[in-house]
């Protein structure tokens, strides 16, 4: 009962033969979304990318084990994750950066690069929403650190066409790391 | 009393040269050396009862995960006869990591690399080619076991220490007992996880968290300012608009001998708010029906009601601990928050791991008690999750601060600098205060942290 309350809503299968071909224009308009939402993150325009967010959204980042290969499927907890949002709880997070002066987490703000790759985009049951695989790779530098936290994870997102705009519905983040090695998910995957 | 000794650096420091007993300070080379850190892990970690996690993260006969206790990592396991036993996670052998998993299920847990095999308890089963006697003949099979620690269950919550003759789990809790109860020990079945910990890693120095987890309250006002301008503090009208935290920062701070502490924050407010009426003249249950504890409703009032002394009653409905740590590192957030639906608690429990001079593993575990209905469970998980751990948005602020600290702690005249807790209550238990323990009243001070530094110091000096 716990278990179905926290879960998240399964996202559909990624099936090679719903596969939209890369280059065609359904795709390049999926490109074209991954990567204007990377630059509005990437750049604090935080608000604009609220705008993109459907008001039903699930948000999510489940949590992993290291575990034998024989229970790789079971890696993932989707109780307690890492981040577990809806549309309300995701503004809030955007308010804390935008409306006040003490999100000391991302104030300075860290200079961050959302590379995204790997894009698959897939039709599903539903005509006006698409399922679409990708990978990022999220190059964070804080402060006047030597360093860059790198945060390797693979996205699976379900695009909704709303008018004649693509809106984010969905988002789960897997991200590679056990132990996150960064000091906070302060910033938006 | 323990006889003292008092380590001396390479330097030629000694100990006591780093902290100031009477002008309660502490130089801040004690959140980046080395050599400190040696000896913390030896007289600290080695030493002290440790937590470790939940009972209820290994519910099954065979279920283990992969602890550490200060920097050795350890297996917390379930055994065949339904007890929980904690080992070293290193094989007799040549030194291998018995479990290369975090969390799994095996009634024999064998060394991948020469075979030996150990029972969840840490026994030694055997070792192949048996009638080769690869194991030799100089020790007996008992000798070749896992390296175990003493273990104590409290509400579910495991401790482990190597300390197999020292004090007991209770004499180590002391006087936070009667406190801790009015948490962890709330109803008849008890609490669970809601799921595995969250993990992280700040380059910070473990004491950075864990100094603070000993109720500091003044970063409140200031690093967790959000809360009252956007967030869940946000009020309208005077009372504590346009950022102001310091209402919520007035109550009662309790300290014990072996450094547990919490801050128990005042709840007339919320009930006032909640009921119009004015709390003094409520009775404890009018209280309760209020504004229950995190977890509990309405319907579980009763049972809970009965587990406790009129006493503990009175503190759970007046200034209920909120937050507060277990020495050496870890942290207990029974927090009330105000929501539009109403106010829905939050629990959650923190291990701040070390894992050398500057890098701690921070570990984060949200918990409901298990008669809690799903639904609120689900609630107090979600909310956790906003507020706390690895994204929350209170604790994002918390993990920044800390690096700075520990790299502020290498400077050749920064290292000299010194921490202070000096403010002082200088005021005893408040009129009618039914707890033990060492009690501030009013506005947030020092004392607890200041306690926590003196049983560091009393454990780093004691002499074994
Ligand atoms: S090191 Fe474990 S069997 Fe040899
Ligand atoms: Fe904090």
Redesign the pocket.
């Known amino acids: 009962m716990l278990q179905e309350l926290l879960e998240p809503t399964p996202l559909p299968p990624s099936v090679r033969k719903n596969r939209i071909a890369i280059g065609s224009e359904a795709y390049n308009e999926v490109l074209n979304f991954l990567y204007d939402e990377a630059e509005m993150l990437d750049n604090l325009r935080l608000g604009e990318w609220a705008e993109l967010l459907t008001k039903d959204l699930e948000y999510n980042a489940p949590l992993r084990h290291t575990r034998s290969t024989a229970h790789f499927a079971q890696t993932y907890s989707r109780n307690v994750q890492h981040l577990h949002e809806n549309y309300g709880s995701m503004m809030m997070r955007v308010k804390r950066i935008t409306d006040t002066k003490s999100a000391w987490g991302e104030d300075p703000p860290s200079r961050v690069k959302r590379m995204v790759s790997n894009v698959r985009v897939y039709t599903t049951d539903k005509p006006n929403e698409l399922k679409v695989d990708s990978y990022l790779l999220v190059t964070r530098s804080r402060f006047d650190f030597d360093y860059f936290d790198l945060i390797p994870c693979e996205r699976h997102d379900i695009l909704r066409r709303e008018g004649d705009s693509l809106m984010l519905a969905r988002r789960e983040i897997l991200l590679d790391q056990v132990v996150i090695g960064t000091p906070n998910l302060g910033i938006i995957l | 009393m323990t006889e003292s000794t008092n380590p001396r650096l390479s330097d030629g420091t000694l100990l006591s040269d780093l902290i100031n007993l009477e002008t309660r300070e502490v130089k801040m080379r004690t959140l980046s050396d080395p050599e400190l850190y040696e000896l913390e892990m030896e007289r600290i970690f080695a030493k002290t009862w440790v937590f470790l996690g939940h009972e209820t993260e290994i519910p099954n006969k065979g279920d283990f995960v992969v602890r550490d206790m200060g920097s050795d990592s350890v297996l917390m396991a379930r055994g065949s006869d339904d007890n929980i036993y904690v080992s070293l996670n290193v ?1 007799p ?4 990591k ?1 479990s290369t998993h975090d969390v799994g299920n095996t009634p024999v847990h064998v ?1 991948i ?4 095999a150990f029972k969840p308890n840490g026994d030694f089963i055997g ?1 192949p080619v048996d009638k080769e006697c690869m194991h030799g003949n100089l020790l007996t099979k008992e000798q070749l076991g896992l390296k175990k620690a003493r273990v104590a269950i409290y509400g579910g919550l495991v401790f482990a220490t190597w300390n197999i003759d020292g004090p007991s789990f209770d004499d180590f809790l002391g006087d936070a007992k009667w406190y801790f109860d009015t948490l962890w020990c709330r109803t008849n079945k008890g609490m669970e996880v809601l799921g595995p910990p969250q993990r992280f890693t700040i380059r910070a120095n473990w004491k950075t968290a864990c100094e603070q987890s000993a109720s500091d309250g003044f970063h409140v006002l200031t690093l967790h300012r959000w809360l009252s301008e956007v967030g869940p503090y946000r009020k309208p009208g005077s009372e504590g608009g346009g950022g102001d935290l310091t209402p919520e920062m007035y109550g009662s701070e309790v300290y014990t001998a072996h450094a547990h502490t919490m801050r128990c924050i005042e709840l007339d407010r919320k009930i006032r708010r909640l009921t119009g009426k004015e709390p003094s003249e409520l009775s404890v249950k009018e209280k309760l029906e209020a504004l229950p504890p995190p977890g509990i409703t309405p319907a579980m009032l009763p049972e809970m009601m009965e587990r406790f002394s009129e006493d503990q009653l009175k503190l759970m409905t007046w200034r209920p601990p909120q937050v507060g740590n277990f020495f050496p590192n870890g942290l207990f957030e029974f927090v009330y928050i105000p929501t539009p639906d109403g106010v829905i608690g939050v629990m959650a429990l923190h291990a701040y791991v070390p894992k050398g001079p500057d890098k701690l593993e921070f570990v984060n575990w949200i918990l409901a008690e298990k008669d809690t209905p799903p639904e609120l469970k689900a609630q107090m998980l979600r909310l956790g999750v906003q507020l706390l751990g690895t994204s929350g948005m209170v604790e994002q602020d918390d993990s920044d601060t800390w690096p700075h600290q520990t790299l502020a702690a290498k400077g050749a005249v920064s290292k000299n600098i010194t921490l202070k807790y000096q403010a002082m209550y200088e005021n005893a238990k408040p009129e009618g205060w039914p707890g033990p323990g060492d009690v501030g009243d009013g506005f947030t001070k020092d004392d607890t942290q200041w306690r926590w530094w003196q049983y560091w110091h009393e454990l780093m000096t004691a002499k074994n």
């Open positions: 094989c052998h040549r030194g291998m018995i060394c690399y020469h075979g030996w070792a």
